[in-house]
Protein backbone atom coordinates (compact mmCIF):
# COMPACT_ATOMS: atom_id res chain seq x y z
CA UNK A 1 0.00 0.00 0.00
CA UNK A 2 0.96 3.74 -0.59
CA UNK A 3 3.07 4.53 2.88
CA UNK A 4 5.06 7.59 3.77
CA UNK A 5 7.77 6.78 6.67
CA UNK A 6 8.71 10.19 8.51
CA UNK A 7 11.97 10.04 10.54
CA UNK A 8 11.51 10.78 14.48
CA UNK A 9 11.23 13.48 16.79
CA UNK A 10 13.96 16.04 17.39
CA UNK A 11 14.55 19.01 19.92
CA UNK A 12 16.47 21.83 18.82
CA UNK A 13 17.72 24.56 20.50
CA UNK A 14 16.84 28.16 18.75
CA UNK A 15 18.95 29.19 15.83
CA UNK A 16 19.30 25.51 14.58
CA UNK A 17 18.33 23.81 11.68
CA UNK A 18 16.39 20.32 11.51
CA UNK A 19 16.14 18.13 8.42
CA UNK A 20 13.23 15.43 8.49
CA UNK A 21 12.90 12.81 6.31
CA UNK A 22 9.99 11.07 4.10
CA UNK A 23 10.40 7.92 2.77
CA UNK A 24 7.74 7.15 0.30
CA UNK A 25 6.58 3.25 -0.85
CA UNK A 26 4.02 1.48 -2.89
CA UNK A 27 4.27 3.79 -5.53
CA UNK A 28 6.71 4.73 -8.04
CA UNK A 29 8.07 8.28 -6.39
CA UNK A 30 8.80 10.35 -9.20
CA UNK A 31 5.21 10.22 -10.51
CA UNK A 32 3.88 12.84 -7.75
CA UNK A 33 5.38 15.60 -5.67
CA UNK A 34 5.70 15.89 -1.97
CA UNK A 35 3.74 18.56 -0.27
CA UNK A 36 4.91 19.45 3.67
CA UNK A 37 2.73 21.09 5.91
CA UNK A 38 3.11 21.48 9.89
CA UNK A 39 0.96 21.97 12.85
CA UNK A 40 1.67 23.71 15.67
CA UNK A 41 0.80 22.18 18.99
CA UNK A 42 -3.31 22.73 19.08
CA UNK A 43 -3.39 24.65 15.80
CA UNK A 44 -4.64 24.22 12.15
CA UNK A 45 -2.47 22.94 9.11
CA UNK A 46 0.02 25.30 6.99
CA UNK A 47 1.65 24.29 4.16
CA UNK A 48 5.32 25.06 3.68
CA UNK A 49 5.58 23.98 -0.10
CA UNK A 50 5.49 21.44 -2.27
CA UNK A 51 8.83 19.48 -4.29
CA UNK A 52 8.47 18.10 -7.87
CA UNK A 53 10.03 14.67 -7.33
CA UNK A 54 10.93 14.12 -10.75
CA UNK A 55 12.83 17.40 -11.73
CA UNK A 56 13.02 19.07 -8.25
CA UNK A 57 11.21 22.18 -8.81
CA UNK A 58 10.26 23.39 -5.83
CA UNK A 59 7.57 26.25 -4.87
CA UNK A 60 7.66 27.38 -1.13
CA UNK A 61 4.92 29.11 0.78
CA UNK A 62 6.08 32.85 1.41
CA UNK A 63 6.65 32.92 5.07
CA UNK A 64 9.32 29.84 4.71
CA UNK A 65 11.16 31.58 1.30
CA UNK A 66 14.79 31.53 2.11
CA UNK A 67 14.19 29.39 5.40
CA UNK A 68 13.42 26.20 3.89
CA UNK A 69 14.82 23.41 1.23
CA UNK A 70 13.10 20.65 0.31
CA UNK A 71 14.93 17.81 -1.18
CA UNK A 72 14.71 14.50 -2.79
CA UNK A 73 16.82 11.45 -2.94
CA UNK A 74 15.04 9.36 -5.57
CA UNK A 75 17.70 6.51 -5.74
CA UNK A 76 15.92 5.66 -2.12
CA UNK A 77 12.53 7.57 -2.92
CA UNK A 78 12.77 9.68 -0.02
CA UNK A 79 11.66 13.61 0.32
CA UNK A 80 13.64 15.87 2.62
CA UNK A 81 12.32 18.84 4.19
CA UNK A 82 15.09 21.20 5.93
CA UNK A 83 14.39 24.38 7.98
CA UNK A 84 16.51 26.89 9.47
CA UNK A 85 17.16 29.53 12.03
CA UNK A 86 14.50 27.60 14.21
CA UNK A 87 12.46 29.51 16.44
CA UNK A 88 10.24 28.78 19.41
CA UNK A 89 7.32 29.42 17.38
CA UNK A 90 8.48 26.58 15.03
CA UNK A 91 7.70 23.97 17.12
CA UNK A 92 4.88 22.05 15.58
CA UNK A 93 4.80 18.41 13.84
CA UNK A 94 5.86 18.25 10.23
CA UNK A 95 4.11 16.05 7.77
CA UNK A 96 5.30 15.29 4.42
CA UNK A 97 1.84 14.29 1.85
CA UNK A 98 1.90 12.89 -1.56
CA UNK A 99 0.22 15.71 -4.15
CA UNK A 100 0.35 16.86 -7.47
CA UNK A 101 1.01 20.27 -8.76
CA UNK A 102 -1.90 22.01 -7.53
CA UNK A 103 -3.55 18.54 -6.02
CA UNK A 104 -5.28 16.96 -2.97
CA UNK A 105 -3.21 15.31 -0.55
CA UNK A 106 -3.00 11.43 0.09
CA UNK A 107 -1.78 10.48 1.81
CA UNK A 108 -0.39 11.93 4.96
CA UNK A 109 3.06 10.35 6.62
CA UNK A 110 2.57 10.15 10.05
CA UNK A 111 4.10 13.04 11.27
CA UNK A 112 7.59 14.55 12.86
CA UNK A 113 7.90 16.58 16.05
CA UNK A 114 9.85 19.25 16.29
CA UNK A 115 10.26 20.78 19.59
CA UNK A 116 12.50 24.22 19.17
CA UNK A 117 13.60 25.10 23.05
CA UNK A 118 16.67 26.33 24.67
CA UNK B 1 -3.98 33.95 -1.22
CA UNK B 2 -7.48 32.65 -1.04
CA UNK B 3 -8.62 32.19 2.73
CA UNK B 4 -10.77 29.38 3.98
CA UNK B 5 -13.23 29.90 6.60
CA UNK B 6 -15.31 26.96 8.06
CA UNK B 7 -18.23 27.19 10.55
CA UNK B 8 -18.84 26.42 13.13
CA UNK B 9 -16.08 26.19 14.79
CA UNK B 10 -17.34 23.26 17.05
CA UNK B 11 -20.60 21.24 16.83
CA UNK B 12 -21.70 18.94 19.23
CA UNK B 13 -23.75 16.07 17.86
CA UNK B 14 -25.14 13.09 19.12
CA UNK B 15 -24.34 9.75 17.94
CA UNK B 16 -26.63 8.54 15.07
CA UNK B 17 -27.53 12.11 14.30
CA UNK B 18 -26.45 14.16 11.28
CA UNK B 19 -23.93 16.88 10.65
CA UNK B 20 -23.67 19.81 8.52
CA UNK B 21 -19.66 21.26 8.29
CA UNK B 22 -19.45 24.38 5.90
CA UNK B 23 -16.42 25.96 4.12
CA UNK B 24 -16.58 29.10 2.15
CA UNK B 25 -13.80 30.42 0.35
CA UNK B 26 -12.86 34.14 -0.45
CA UNK B 27 -12.78 33.74 -4.22
CA UNK B 28 -13.92 31.02 -6.34
CA UNK B 29 -11.75 27.68 -6.05
CA UNK B 30 -14.04 25.48 -8.70
CA UNK B 31 -14.45 22.13 -7.56
CA UNK B 32 -10.75 22.30 -6.66
CA UNK B 33 -12.12 21.68 -2.99
CA UNK B 34 -10.87 19.02 -0.20
CA UNK B 35 -11.75 17.90 2.91
CA UNK B 36 -10.02 15.69 6.10
CA UNK B 37 -10.48 14.17 9.11
CA UNK B 38 -8.35 14.24 11.78
CA UNK B 39 -8.27 12.78 15.03
CA UNK B 40 -6.21 13.85 17.92
CA UNK B 41 -2.31 12.43 17.62
CA UNK B 42 -2.87 11.57 14.10
CA UNK B 43 -2.26 12.88 10.46
CA UNK B 44 -5.13 14.07 8.31
CA UNK B 45 -6.84 11.48 6.39
CA UNK B 46 -8.41 12.50 2.81
CA UNK B 47 -12.12 12.04 2.56
CA UNK B 48 -13.17 14.12 -0.20
CA UNK B 49 -11.90 15.46 -3.63
CA UNK B 50 -13.08 17.70 -6.29
CA UNK B 51 -15.84 18.82 -4.06
CA UNK B 52 -17.84 15.65 -3.57
CA UNK B 53 -15.87 12.78 -4.48
CA UNK B 54 -15.38 10.11 -1.65
CA UNK B 55 -11.77 8.90 -1.16
CA UNK B 56 -10.85 5.36 -1.46
CA UNK B 57 -12.10 3.55 1.68
CA UNK B 58 -14.41 6.42 2.46
CA UNK B 59 -17.87 5.61 4.08
CA UNK B 60 -20.98 6.29 1.91
CA UNK B 61 -22.42 8.04 5.35
CA UNK B 62 -19.93 11.27 4.43
CA UNK B 63 -20.50 13.24 1.58
CA UNK B 64 -19.36 16.75 -0.05
CA UNK B 65 -21.25 19.17 -1.94
CA UNK B 66 -20.82 22.70 -3.65
CA UNK B 67 -18.49 24.61 -6.36
CA UNK B 68 -17.03 28.09 -6.60
CA UNK B 69 -17.09 29.44 -2.65
CA UNK B 70 -19.56 27.27 -0.53
CA UNK B 71 -18.84 24.29 0.13
CA UNK B 72 -20.37 21.54 2.85
CA UNK B 73 -19.44 18.32 4.18
CA UNK B 74 -22.10 16.15 5.54
CA UNK B 75 -22.29 12.98 7.80
CA UNK B 76 -25.59 11.65 7.61
CA UNK B 77 -25.35 9.21 11.15
CA UNK B 78 -22.01 10.13 13.17
CA UNK B 79 -20.14 6.97 14.48
CA UNK B 80 -18.37 7.18 17.44
CA UNK B 81 -15.24 6.94 15.09
CA UNK B 82 -16.32 10.34 13.56
CA UNK B 83 -15.71 12.08 16.15
CA UNK B 84 -13.02 14.50 15.73
CA UNK B 85 -11.52 17.87 13.61
CA UNK B 86 -12.35 17.95 9.72
CA UNK B 87 -10.59 20.67 7.60
CA UNK B 88 -11.55 21.70 3.88
CA UNK B 89 -8.35 23.10 1.78
CA UNK B 90 -8.56 24.08 -1.77
CA UNK B 91 -6.06 23.62 -4.32
CA UNK B 92 -7.27 25.45 -6.65
CA UNK B 93 -5.31 28.86 -6.66
CA UNK B 94 -1.72 27.24 -5.87
CA UNK B 95 0.58 28.26 -4.21
CA UNK B 96 -0.43 28.35 -1.64
CA UNK B 97 -2.56 25.64 -0.87
CA UNK B 98 -4.47 26.79 1.95
CA UNK B 99 -6.63 25.06 4.82
CA UNK B 100 -9.62 26.77 6.56
CA UNK B 101 -9.15 26.69 10.43
CA UNK B 102 -11.03 23.31 11.14
CA UNK B 103 -14.46 22.33 12.70
CA UNK B 104 -14.35 20.06 15.81
CA UNK B 105 -17.26 17.33 15.85
CA UNK B 106 -17.56 16.54 19.65
CA UNK B 107 -20.05 14.53 21.04
CA UNK B 108 -23.35 16.21 22.77
Known amino acids: QVQLVQSGAEVKKPGASVKVSCKASGYTFTSYGISWVRQAPGQGLEWMGWINTYNGDTEYAQKFQGRVTMTTDTSTSTAYMELRSLRSDDTAVYFC???????????WGQGTLVTVSS | EIVMTQSPATLSVSPGEGATLSCRAS??????LAWYQQKPGQAPRLLIY???TRATGIPARFSGSGSGTEFTLTISSLQSEDFAVYYC??????????FGPGTKVDIK
Open chain 1, 97 to 107: VRSGLGGWFDP
Open chain 2, 27 to 32: QSVSSN
Open chain 2, 89 to 98: QQYNTWPPST
Open chain 2, 50 to 52: GAS
